[in-house]
C-alpha cells in the first residue's frame, strides 16, 4: 500500500512538472505569438512607408526628369535654331552656342544617370522587403510548429491524468 502510494504521489509530483511545463511552454508561446504579431505590423507599416515613399521619390524623380528634359529639349532647339540662323560674322558667337548645347546635353546625361542610379536603390528596396516577408513567413511557420508542439504536450498531459484516475481507481478498489 506505501508503494502504491509512493507511485501516485511521484505520479502526481510528474503531473504538476508536466503541467507547469506545459503552462510555461502555453505562456512562451502566447508571448511569441504577441511578438511576432507586432513585429509583422511593424513590418508592413515599414514596408507601406517604404513603398510610399519609393512611390513619392519615383514621381518626383519622372517629373523633374521630364521637366529638364522638355527644358533642355526646347532649350536645344532654340539653340540649334539660331545657330542655324547665324550669319558667318558670328561664328564666334556659334561656337559659343554649340559649346552651351553640349553643356546642356551633359547635363541631361547626368540627370538621366542619377535617375537610373535611384532607380537600382529602389529596386534594392524592393529585395529588402521581399526579404522581409519571407522571414514574416518563416515566423509564422515556427509559431505553427510551436502550437503543434502544445497540442502534443496537452494531449500527453490529459494521458497522464487518465493513468492517474485509473491508479486511483485501482487504489481505491484495494
Request: aromatic share 2%; proline share 0%; with cysteine.
Amino acid at each position: 500500500r506505501e508503494q502504491l502510494q509512493a507511485r501516485e504521489l511521484q505520479s502526481q509530483q510528474e503531473q504538476l512538472v508536466w503541467k507547469q511545463e506545459l503552462d510555461r511552454k502555453v505562456s512562451d508561446e502566447q508571448a511569441t505569438r504577441r511578438e511576432n504579431q507586432q513585429l509583422q505590423e511593424l513590418r508592413h507599416e515599414e514596408s507601406l512607408r517604404a513603398e510610399k515613399q519609393l512611390q513619392e521619390n519615383e514621381a518626383r524623380l519622372v517629373q523633374e526628369y521630364s521637366q529638364k528634359l522638355s527644358s533642355y529639349e526646347s532649350q536645344c532647339k532654340n539653340l540649334k535654331d539660331e545657330v542655324l540662323n547665324m550669319s558667318s560674322r558670328q561664328d564666334q558667337e556659334r561656337r559659343d552656342w554649340r559649346k552651351q548645347l553640349d553643356e546642356e546635353r551633359g547635363r541631361a546625361c547626368e540627370l538621366k544617370d542619377k535617375l537610373d542610379a535611384e532607380t537600382a536603390a529602389n529596386r534594392s528596396k524592393d529585395q529588402i522587403l521581399e526579404r522581409s516577408k519571407a522571414t514574416m513567413e518563416a515566423e509564422r511557420r515556427k509559431a505553427e510548429d510551436l502550437q503543434v508542439e502544445v497540442s502534443r504536450l496537452e494531449q500527453q498531459l490529459e494521458d497522464q491524468e487518465t493513468c492517474m484516475r485509473g491508479l486511483r481507481e485501482q487504489l481505491q478498489a484495494r
